[in-house]
């Protein structure tokens, strides 16, 4: 019977029930007056409002805390290497009985070296370890005598964060500068021994020439070693 009835007031006054869902809907958003005669305002807006406020500032901190944390996750394994002082007398001996030129095939890296070995009277190769861990190359140094020439020539080689007492000082000694396929090279002669030093690549080579036939022979030896 009531719902026959509202439908005949529906049917009868559609003013009236027009008017009744205004108020219904009215009521779902403002609360009716309380006992003390004040009207209670829905919260619904303002807590909103806060909310949206504190998801801002989260957001902004999150967004500073991934910038200063990204750079160092994604730099962590690409760090640079920290520069070391080594003293060759700490070093570790470890003669291979195979060329420079070998072990840098064996090993996939990319060493220049002097292609003596057809007329060598003698060939040494020597790697320099950390005798705290073995693994450790602190640099390798390969000795040849040319059986043309009877010239004597050593090559050391380190990367470019290490360097060896040694063969500092063969950087200290080198005051003269000349320019081969855009390298630079350092290097002296004094004394029957001509040295020389420069930067290819990853690597810093070191070398001394005993008894070399003219005092800028080495030029001619670096020159051959560069690509």
Known sequence: ????????????NPERKTALDNRIKNQLNISDET????????FRKPFYKTYRFFAG???????????????????????T????????????E???DYTLKEYAERNNVSYLYIDWYDIA????????????????LIYMR????????GCNVILSITDLYTNVDILNSIRAECNNINNINGISIHWNYQNIVSKGYFVYGNYRY?????YPLTDDSILEIIESMLP
């Open 1 to 12: 019977m009531k719902y026959k009835a509202h439908k005949l007031i529906e049917a009868k």
């Open 35 to 42: 006992n003390n005669g004040k009207t209670a305002v829905s």
């Open 57 to 79: 500032i989260s957001t902004a901190l999150a967004a500073v805390c991934l910038a200063i944390i990204l750079p160092v996750i994604l730099n962590n394994g690409t760090q």
């Open 81 to 92: 290497p920290v520069e070391r002082y080594c003293y060759a007398n700490d070093c570790l």
């Open 94 to 96: 470890i003669r291979i």
């Open 121 to 136: 009277d003698e060939l040494q190769t020597i790697l320099y370890v950390s005798a705290d861990d073995h693994n450790d």
């Open 142 to 149: 390969e000795a040849l005598v040319n059986g043309d020439t």
């Open 206 to 210: 070191y070398i001394e020439l005993v």
